[in-house]
Nanobody, 128 residues
Framework: QVSLVESGGGSVQAGGSLRLSCAVY????????MGWFRQAPGNEREGVAS????????SYADSVKGRFTISQDSAQRTLYLEINSLKPEDAAMYYC?????????????????????WGQGTQVTVSS
C-alpha cells in the first residue's frame, strides 16, 4: 500500500527556517516525480517545488525560488523541503505528492492532477 507521510511542520517566526520531510512507503520511489504543494485556507493548492527522482533535476515556483530547496535521500526513500526566510504568506498546509510517468516533473499550475499519491500534509504557521 502506497503511503506518503509528511513531518516537520510547526510554528515559526517570520524570517525563520523549517525542514519538511516526506517518507515514502509502498512503491519503488525511483522513476517518479516528487512534488511539494501547499494550500492555505481560502486559497487554491499551489505547487512549490519538484524533483525527478531518477536525475535529481529540480524546479521551483517563482514565489519560492531562492528560499526553498527540495532534495531527496533515495536510499531512505525520503523527500525534503528546506524553507528559509519564512514569510507570513508561506503559512499553509504542505503536502508531498508522487507522480509516475512524469519525467518533465514540474509543479506548474494545472499539474497537480498528474500526481497520483498524496500525503496527509504538515502544517506550517508563520508569526510576524
Amino acid at each position: 500500500q502506497v503511503s506518503l507521510v509528511e513531518s516537520g511542520g510547526g510554528s515559526v517566526q517570520a524570517g525563520g527556517s523549517l525542514r519538511l520531510s516526506c517518507a515514502v512507503y509502498g512503491y519503488t520511489y525511483r522513476g517518479y516525480c516528487m512534488g511539494w504543494f501547499r494550500q492555505a485556507p481560502g486559497n487554491e493548492r499551489e505547487g512549490v517545488a519538484s524533483i525527478y527522482t531518477n536525475t535529481g533535476s529540480t524546479s521551483y515556483a517563482d514565489s519560492v525560488k531562492g528560499r526553498f530547496t527540495i532534495s531527496q535521500d533515495s536510499a531512505q526513500r525520503t523527500l525534503y523541503l528546506e524553507i528559509n526566510s519564512l514569510k507570513p504568506e508561506d503559512a499553509a498546509m504542505y503536502y508531498c505528492a508522487a507522480a509516475p510517468f512524469y519525467p518533465t516533473c514540474t509543479v506548474a499550475a494545472g499539474t497537480a492532477r498528474l500526481f497520483t499519491y498524496w500525503g496527509q500534509g504538515t502544517q506550517v504557521t508563520v508569526s510576524s
